[in-house]
């Protein structure tokens, strides 16, 4: 399976309806060779989790601008662990202060990508930090 | 326009002109080779009398307050009243909310603009699984009519037009303003405001969801219905743009989706109602984006009354002039703001207010410096609010209508946009109408090709937006960060249990049937609202019996 492409989750868990972001993401990550799942706008923690584990993938994007990602990342990076999906890496972006990042970094969360992030920026980083699982 | 001499002599004019450019060029290239507005769309290097040349002045231009009201709806201008200064404000308690609308009251602001939290958006209560870690974070938190009499005390529900941003919940957060002016004693006749109540832009664009388009239209109607009969002085529907534009949209995209989903609605009111369309289309209002593209934005918001005025008169058949003025509110570009060097956002919003001003707007948000990082600040809400004012009482914009009016581009430029959104609202015809171009995902998906283009465009440098890949620095600039505590909704849930017990639970009960049974009848829901409301009924319980009664809507996802 050495040639598996890298499958992504992008979700948008909570209320926050805007997904500019995460719709442009999902296309970039298409363009870039990634397999795609996005699941649209309005996901709880538990349908999150659940569909990662469902589509077996690497990672699980989150995208969030309402200032509810101090409950929910953390939400969705536990109940992975819970359910002993922890080599599924997390990463989350959207408006997130300064203040936030380390207590979502100790939460389990890998990466955090705030505006101004280029698309390039972000793939990049998927390519050298995410590697097809077996 | 011109006669043929003139022509003749600009156009022997514009070669001598364009002969020199080539040679000028040769030595000196331009500083590049494309130029385009914020929406790609290309613009000429200069603009004369041959591109107007086809303008008929009186049915394409003509005079403020007349056919078509390209110059605008008041036959005074800003001379007889400045555009009303309304700021969207909204954040953690009612209890909050209610001393900032104050503090803006007397700062000078002269309309209200509620924004509610995300549960209260989206029809939940603060104490749902689904509104965790939500309440009261992008706008105020309100679960029942307790709430709303804390939000609004103070307030002289008489004197003061008040706008709620609410969509899916709308007829429960209109019926709590209308039962609470009951309760203050003052008839529904004499209230005035806007209710945003616009769901088709929600599937478009913002995703507030709750029902499918067709019931969801069908609760529009609804309260379209109830304000003609009951609520004269109310907008029962501000059809939105702004969303549309902030998710990624082009500034045709925003104009031609925007009037179609009003024409969409009028459809509606006129089959489902049989209400002739003068009976209640005075009170249809319009909410549109500014953006950083100055005159694009002048260009779409003349653009938007023409097509409007030529829409109702030659597409409906009305016939009282009040249904031809497209009355509009507009909002400065939330999405054109950097988080990178926040106080050069001051200088994109008052430009974009400029723009939003020379187009002709009724009423106007500006965007604080440190909204695309938090809720706003008192005091940057008030350098927001002061932009309004020095443009209105320092800048002598307002002297005189419609100034730009017979400029050779921004004529151009208005027709183009024009031209451009009637073949999309045709294209939208063909289809079927909004409902089903929507069910096709065909306005999401022109976004999205918008959206990602810009992305694309923004990364590469082709466009530019500085403090992000221009003039980048790396000076970290703190700016006072307002946060909303968690704290915040545990009181909410205290105060929401506290009126759970109180309540007559029979009658709550009682008039959730109501309004269920009238939601199977396909009777107006609004009385019902109303009188569910006044027994204390939650927004989620009205919510819970649309969910169940028409189905629940999720987002598709795509992209």
């Known amino acids: ?134 | 326009m011109f006669t043929e001499e003139l022509l003749d002599k600009s156009s022997t004019m514009r070669k001598k002109w364009e002969d020199e450019v080539k040679k000028t060029v040769a030595k000196h290239a331009d500083q590049k080779e494309k130029w385009t507005t914020v929406s790609d769309l290309e613009i000429k290097r200069l603009y004369g009398p041959e591109d107007i040349k086809n303008m008929d002045f009186e049915k394409d231009i003509g005079y403020p307050g007349q056919y078509p009201y390209l110059r605008g709806n008041q036959v005074t201008g800003y001379r007889g009243k400045y555009w009303t200064f309304r700021m969207f404000a909204g954040m953690g308690s009612a209890e909050e909310t209610n001393q900032r609308w104050h503090y803006l009251l007397n700062s000078g602001q002269t309309g209200l603009s509620t924004a509610f939290d995300f549960p209260t958006l989206m029809g939940y209560d603060t104490d749902s699984p689904k509104a965790r870690g939500e309440c009261g974070k992008c706008g105020v938190a309100i679960d029942t009519i307790d709430d709303f009499f804390t939000l609004i005390k103070g307030i002289p529900l008489a004197n003061i037009t008040t706008s709620m941003t609410i969509n899916p919940p709308a007829t429960a957060l209109w019926a709590m303003y209308c039962a609470a002016a009951e309760i203050q004693g003052i008839p529904l006749t004499k209230i005035g405001g806007t209710i945003q109540n616009d769901m088709l832009k929600e599937f478009i664009a913002q995703k507030t969801l709750m029902c499918p388009p067709e019931p969801s239209v069908k609760l529009i109607s609804d309260t379209v219905e109830f304000g003609t009969k009951y609520v004269p002085r109310w907008n029962t529907i501000s059809i939105s743009g702004y969303h549309i534009r902030e998710a990624g949209a082009t500034a045709v995209q925003e104009l031609a989706f925007t009037l179609r989903d009003g024409m969409e609605y009028v459809e509606d009111v006129i089959a489902r109602k049989g209400l002739h369309v003068d009976e209640f289309a005075p009170r249809l209002s319009f909410f549109f984006n500014s953006h950083i593209d100055f005159f694009e934005e002048i260009a779409k918001l003349r653009a938007a009354r023409r097509i409007w005025a030529k829409a109702m008169r030659e597409r409906y058949g009305s016939t009282d002039e009040r249904s031809w003025w497209m009355r509009f509110h507009t909002q400065t570009a939330g999405c054109s703001l950097t988080a990178q060097q926040p106080y050069n956002n001051v200088i994109r919003t008052a430009t974009e207010a400029l723009a939003a001003i020379l187009g002709g707007t009724q009423s106007l948000h500006t965007n604080s410096l440190d909204e695309v990082l938090c809720l706003p600040s008192d005091h940057a809400v008030q350098i927001a609010l002061r932009t309004q004012q020095i443009i209105a009482e320092e800048t002598g914009v307002v002297n005189t209508i419609d100034p730009l009016a017979g400029s050779y581009f921004v004529e151009a430029l208005t027709n183009e946009m024009e031209e451009k959104a009637w073949d999309y609202i045709h294209k939208i015809d063909d289809m079927g109408g909004m409902v089903k171009a929507i069910e096709k995902g065909f306005p999401q998906m022109e976004i999205s090709d918008a959206a990602y283009k810009y992305q694309r465009q923004i990364d590469s440098g082709e466009k530019i937006m500085i403090g992000i890949n221009k003039y980048n620095t790396d000076e970290d600039v703190e700016i006072p960060f307002l946060e909303i505590d968690d704290s915040v909704e545990k009181e909410q849930i205290e105060r929401l249990n506290a009126v759970r017990r109180k309540r007559d639970s029979r009658k709550v009960r009682e008039c959730l049937d109501d309004i269920r049974t009238a939601c199977k009848k396909g009777e107006n829901v609004m009385p019902y609202c109303i009188e569910a409301v006044k027994s204390y009924c939650s927004v989620q319980e009205i919510c819970d019996v649309y969910r169940e009664v028409y189905g629940e809507y999720r987002d598709p996802g795509m992209y």
């Open chain 1, 1 to 134: 399976m050495a040639d598996r492409k890298i499958r992504i989750l992008l979700a948008k868990p909570g209320l926050d309806g805007h997904d500019r972001g995460a719709r442009v993401l999902a296309r970039t990550f298409r363009d870039a060779g990634f397999e795609v799942i996005y699941t649209g706008c309005h996901q709880t923690p538990e349908q999150i989790v659940g569909a990662a584990i469902q589509e077996d993938v690497d990672m699980v994007g989150l995208s969030c601008l309402s200032g509810a990602h101090r409950y929910l990342f953390p939400a969705v990076a536990q109940q992975l662990q819970e359910q002993g999906a922890d080599d599924i890496t997390v990463v989350g972006g959207g408006i997130i202060p300064e203040q936030d990042m380390q207590p979502l970094y100790d939460a389990g969360l890998k990466a955090l990508f705030t505006p101004g992030a280029t698309l390039d920026s972000i793939v990049d980083w998927i390519n050298e930090n995410i590697k097809p699982r077996d």
